[in-house]
């Protein structure tokens, strides 16, 4: 080894892991904070400008009272670029120390996290119970120091990932904007998108999983000219994806975006490998460095740059009270797209899995393990509670993953209506017009928020299932959004369509400023 040679314990790299995994369970990175900040202050659209503020009181709560953001805390992805002088002082491979972290970190004690990995992907699909395996890639750079990146990537961003290989002439921009309309809003803008070129299929999807974990710095660039091709296209970009009118939470809006990240790399003459990735509203990620001097010491940020906004407000714009134990269908027909209900009573829990076991019981005309008769179904799986909890941060999940399931459902339970995240599919607006059905969203990116919402919980059906069991929940002022009436308007629909307008008519500048 040369003079500059150095060890770093294996322990410290576990240790870092884990610390940085809770870190970013509950504090936002405060760059994100600011341009969130800003495009709160900057929206029209009330039911956007909502929306934008319950995930910034979310995120503020989350970091006092240090729980996740999200209650999908994510798919953990490492970037380690390890010096080529560095000699780690473990046994085993790098990879098992960062999942040692990583199982550390989703085990802890005092702000457990909840573990969304399964085993065997095509067949049993298994919780792993610790979150583990982590997706781990490892440079080897000059040096005598190794540089970590620690992500936790939400599954309805990642879900959204694209893939495309263009003609070398193509344009990337047009691919990248028209992509982003047909994704919906499940994967909880305002966020990022992030752009690989280059390079092959997995390089190009690499480049960009790496580059969204990059500082916010598009309103420095945009004060500026740009200096590279990958700049000029990110100016482009932001321009052209926030001026879709998609929104906050696809309701609308002048905000879709706070960045898009570009990183290219050279490729074939014969090809332009496109790859895209969203980040939600999570935005989960932290970079360290670890020098054989110990591992890493984190300190909170400052909480000042968090507004401090009033929840109280946020539940008194044109709010309508519902009680869920009296719930008749005339009043859920009287519902309209748009408006903010804010529920109190019984409502039970359900998602994926739940719903696939509900559906294999009615085709065999067995009867469920709980009626779900005049009752409302939201979509969540929780994060486990700790202490005087009643409940862990508790979002929605991605609606669309249960529009297989709602005609079934709906026809074999008399269920009145469902609570989710993201826009429903044709199929499923059918049925929910044919059944007088409405379907209302909760905010995604505001767990924490809405976990205080929630005075009771207990397992009544499926407790196998562990996050993916179905609850029921009593609930007080729960705030959410009309989303899809019985009639089959949807506001993932007009919403976009009248700011698009707007902002098209309005020619209103996107550029942020810090």
Same mark, same amino acid.
């Given at each position: 080894?040369?003079?500059?040679?150095?060890?770093?314990?294996?322990?410290?790299?576990?240790?870092?892991?884990?610390?940085?995994?809770?870190?970013?369970?509950?504090?936002?990175?405060?760059?994100?904070?600011?341009?969130?900040?800003?495009?709160?202050?900057?929206?029209?659209?009330?039911?956007?400008?909502?929306?934008?503020?319950?995930?910034?009181?979310?995120?503020?709560?989350?970091?006092?009272?240090?729980?996740?953001?999200?209650?999908?805390?994510?798919?953990?992805?490492?970037?380690?670029?390890?010096?080529?002088?560095?000699?780690?002082?473990?046994?085993?491979?790098?990879?098992?120390?960062?999942?040692?972290?990583?199982?550390?970190?989703?085990?802890?004690?005092?702000?457990?996290?909840?573990?969304?990995?399964?085993?065997?992907?095509?067949?049993?699909?298994?919780?792993?119970?610790?979150?583990?395996?982590?997706?781990?890639?490892?440079?080897?750079?000059?040096?005598?120091?190794?540089?970590?990146?620690?992500?936790?990537?939400?599954?309805?961003?990642?879900?959204?990932?694209?893939?495309?290989?263009?003609?070398?002439?193509?344009?990337?921009?047009?691919?990248?904007?028209?992509?982003?309309?047909?994704?919906?809003?499940?994967?909880?803008?305002?966020?990022?998108?992030?752009?690989?070129?280059?390079?092959?299929?997995?390089?190009?999807?690499?480049?960009?999983?790496?580059?969204?974990?990059?500082?916010?710095?598009?309103?420095?660039?945009?004060?500026?000219?740009?200096?590279?091709?990958?700049?000029?296209?990110?100016?482009?970009?932001?321009?052209?994806?926030?001026?879709?009118?998609?929104?906050?939470?696809?309701?609308?809006?002048?905000?879709?975006?706070?960045?898009?990240?570009?990183?290219?790399?050279?490729?074939?003459?014969?090809?332009?490998?496109?790859?895209?990735?969203?980040?939600?509203?999570?935005?989960?990620?932290?970079?360290?460095?670890?020098?054989?001097?110990?591992?890493?010491?984190?300190?909170?940020?400052?909480?000042?740059?968090?507004?401090?906004?009033?929840?109280?407000?946020?539940?008194?714009?044109?709010?309508?009270?519902?009680?869920?134990?009296?719930?008749?269908?005339?009043?859920?027909?009287?519902?309209?797209?748009?408006?903010?209900?804010?529920?109190?009573?019984?409502?039970?829990?359900?998602?994926?899995?739940?719903?696939?076991?509900?559906?294999?019981?009615?085709?065999?005309?067995?009867?469920?393990?709980?009626?779900?008769?005049?009752?409302?179904?939201?979509?969540?799986?929780?994060?486990? &509670? =700790? !202490?005087?909890?009643?409940?862990?941060?508790?979002?929605?999940? *991605? #609606?669309? /993953?249960?529009? %297989? +399931?709602?005609?079934?459902?709906?026809?074999?339970?008399?269920?009145?209506?469902?609570?989710?995240?993201?826009?429903?599919?044709?199929?499923?607006?059918?049925?929910?017009?044919?059944?007088?059905?409405?379907?209302?969203? &909760? =905010? !995604?990116?505001?767990?924490?928020?809405?976990?205080?919402?929630? *005075? #009771?919980? /207990?397992?009544? %059906? +499926?407790?196998?299932?562990?996050?993916?069991?179905?609850?029921?929940?009593?609930?007080?002022?729960?705030?959410?959004?009309?989303?899809?009436?019985?009639?089959?308007?949807?506001?993932?629909?007009?919403?976009?369509?009248?700011?698009?307008?707007?902002?098209?008519?309005?020619?209103?500048?996107?550029?942020?400023?810090?």
């Amino acid at each position: 080894m040369s003079e500059h040679a150095r060890t770093i314990r294996g322990a410290d790299i576990v240790k870092s892991v884990a610390d940085a995994l809770q870190y970013i369970s509950h504090f936002h990175p405060p760059d994100y904070i600011r341009y969130l900040s800003k495009a709160y202050d900057q929206e029209r659209n009330p039911a956007a400008r909502n929306a934008i503020g319950q995930i910034l009181l979310n995120s503020r709560m989350s970091a006092f009272g240090r729980r996740p953001i999200c209650q999908d805390t994510g798919l953990v992805v490492v970037f380690a670029k390890v010096g080529m002088n560095v000699r780690i002082d473990a046994e085993g491979s790098f990879a098992a120390l960062v999942n040692e972290g990583v199982r550390r970190a989703y085990l802890d004690e005092y702000n457990p996290l909840r573990p969304s990995i399964v085993a065997d992907p095509i067949g049993t699909r298994t919780n792993t119970g610790d979150n583990t395996p982590a997706v781990v890639h490892v440079e080897l750079v000059p040096g005598s120091e190794i540089e970590i990146t620690v992500a936790a990537k939400g599954g309805g961003s990642e879900n959204k990932a694209r893939f495309a290989t263009l003609n070398p002439g193509a344009s990337v921009a047009d691919w990248v904007v028209d992509t982003v309309t047909s994704l919906g809003s499940g994967w909880c803008p305002p966020g990022l998108i992030s752009i690989g070129i280059g390079g092959s299929a997995e390089k190009a999807m690499l480049l960009a999983k790496e580059a969204m974990n990059e500082p916010i710095d598009i309103a420095d660039l945009m004060a500026r000219e740009a200096s590279t091709p990958e700049e000029a296209l990110r100016m482009e970009l932001y321009e052209r994806i926030n001026a879709l009118g998609i929104g906050a939470q696809g309701l609308g809006g002048l905000t879709t975006v706070v960045d898009v990240k570009v990183a290219s790399f050279p490729t074939h003459a014969a090809s332009k490998p496109v790859a895209l990735i969203p980040q939600c509203a999570a935005n989960r990620h932290l970079k360290f460095t670890l020098d054989g001097s110990g591992p890493i010491e984190l300190v909170a940020p400052d909480l000042s740059a968090w507004p401090n906004i009033d929840g109280a407000d946020l539940k008194a714009v044109n709010v309508k009270r519902v009680n869920l134990d009296t719930l008749t269908k005339e009043e859920t027909a009287s519902w309209r797209t748009g408006e903010t209900l804010l529920l109190s009573g019984k409502m039970l829990t359900g998602r994926d899995a739940a719903h696939k076991r509900m559906a294999v019981l009615i085709d065999e005309g067995k009867p469920l393990p709980v009626d779900l008769s005049g009752r409302v179904i939201y979509y969540v799986g929780p994060v486990r &509670a =700790v !202490g005087s909890e009643v409940v862990g941060p508790a979002g929605p999940t *991605t #609606s669309s /993953r249960m529009d %297989a +399931f709602a005609e079934k459902i709906l026809a074999g339970t008399g269920l009145f209506a469902m609570v989710g995240k993201a826009e429903r599919g044709s199929a499923a607006i059918d049925a929910l017009v044919r059944h007088k059905a409405p379907y209302l969203i &909760a =905010v !995604g990116g505001a767990a924490y928020l809405i976990s205080k919402s929630i *005075t #009771s919980a /207990r397992v009544v %059906a +499926f407790e196998d299932l562990g996050m993916e069991a179905v609850y029921e929940f009593e609930v007080h002022d729960m705030p959410v959004i009309m989303a899809v009436d019985v009639l089959g308007n949807s506001i993932h629909t007009t919403g976009p369509a009248e700011w698009r307008s707007r902002m098209a008519a309005d020619c209103i500048a996107r550029s942020i400023e810090i």
